[in-house]
């Protein structure tokens, strides 16, 4: 079944209402903040934890979720699969997906959905607005669990996602699974793919400080491309400051994160929150490990 409940309104939320982020590790997780942030702005009696969930222990954890008290949560990884298995239903965009990030509580059922690609879609509509004017091929690098998301959204816009990934038998599932005009490279054709491509998204951990280089020369680029990385510390990767550098428009992925939290607060506290300046500046100054 892919249908579920509409989100509650303000009289249908408990007093206290409690909501959390699971995965292993999960000390490292920013949704606290976000929530916590909301939380605070529009007045409400809510918490949002941190709790540690081993590998080993999902199961349980699941199993026993409706009697811990919590009105829903968010997974990350590695935890994402299993929630989609232990949700008894899921939108049909998890589904698609093939992961869980948020879980809600309704009539004694636990129901799941993806906003990972939500997120995505929000973050270039509000900060490169018009960016879907004249969709036609987007070059996705990586093939994960991150890449499965954008891949879907970027179809639902009418993009042909060309996936270039160092296993190029990952991104052939991922290209089989979407279809769409969806297509598969190896990580060497992926200079070859920019020419044409109107969007650049960068999926993998490349760019990241200490991991790697994505080795792309930017000069190849269309003038009129954008290029995104759902990397967001640090906020500026080297992918985003080189295409800068060359005049082209760049989003930074700070505002997936932030728009993926909107859905699963609006459930589990009844009030659709709005990412604003000063949301972003709190994470911002996370980052950069300094007060708000």
């Given at each position: 079944m892919t249908s579920s409940p509409a989100s509650p309104s303000m009289s249908d939320r408990k007093p206290g209402t409690r909501a959390c982020v699971i995965g292993w590790p999960v000390d490292h997780a920013r949704s606290p903040l976000i929530h916590g942030y909301w939380l605070d702005r529009y007045g409400l009696d809510g918490t949002y934890e941190r709790v540690a969930v081993a590998p080993e222990e999902i199961g349980a954890f699941f199993r026993h979720f409706p009697d811990s008290g919590y009105a829903g949560c968010n997974v990350t990884v590695?935890?994402?699969?299993?929630?989609?298995?232990?949700?008894?239903?899921?939108?049909?965009?998890?589904?698609?997906?093939?992961?869980v990030n948020t879980l809600w509580m309704d009539g004694g059922k636990l129901y799941g959905t993806?906003?990972?690609?939500?997120?995505?879609?929000?973050?270039?509509?509000?900060?490169?607005?018009?960016?879907?004017n004249e969709p036609g091929p987007a070059l996705v690098l990586g093939a994960g669990g991150a890449a499965r998301a954008v891949v879907w959204?970027?179809?639902?816009?009418?993009?042909?996602?060309?996936?270039?990934?160092?296993?190029?038998?990952?991104?052939?599932?991922?290209?089989?699974?979407?279809?769409?005009?969806?297509?598969a490279y190896p990580w060497e054709a992926r200079q070859a793919l920019l020419w044409d491509a109107r969007l650049l998204?960068?999926?993998?951990?490349?760019?990241?400080?200490?991991v790697g280089d994505i080795g792309l020369d930017l000069r190849g680029a269309r003038g009129d491309a954008l290029v995104t990385d759902i990397v967001y510390v640090p906020l500026v990767t080297d992918l985003l400051d080189l295409a800068a550098s060359y005049g082209l428009r760049t989003v930074d992925g700070l505002g997936m994160l932030l728009h993926q939290a909107v859905p699963g607060f609006e459930r589990w506290f009844g009030l659709r929150p709005t990412v604003d300046a000063?949301?972003?500046?709190?994470?911002?100054?996370?980052?950069?490990?300094?007060?708000?």
């Open positions: 590695p935890h994402k699969e299993a929630a989609l298995a232990a949700c008894a239903e899921v939108e049909p965009v998890a589904r698609a997906i093939g992961a993806n906003t990972d690609a939500l997120g995505f879609l929000a973050n270039l509509d509000e900060t490169a607005p018009g960016w879907d959204a970027l179809i639902q816009r009418g993009f042909q996602p060309k996936i270039a990934n160092r296993n190029v038998a990952r991104a052939e599932d991922l290209a089989h699974a979407f279809g769409g005009g969806t297509e998204v960068n999926t993998t951990s490349l760019g990241m400080k200490g000063g949301l972003r500046a709190r994470i911002v100054a996370d980052i950069e490990g300094r007060a708000p």
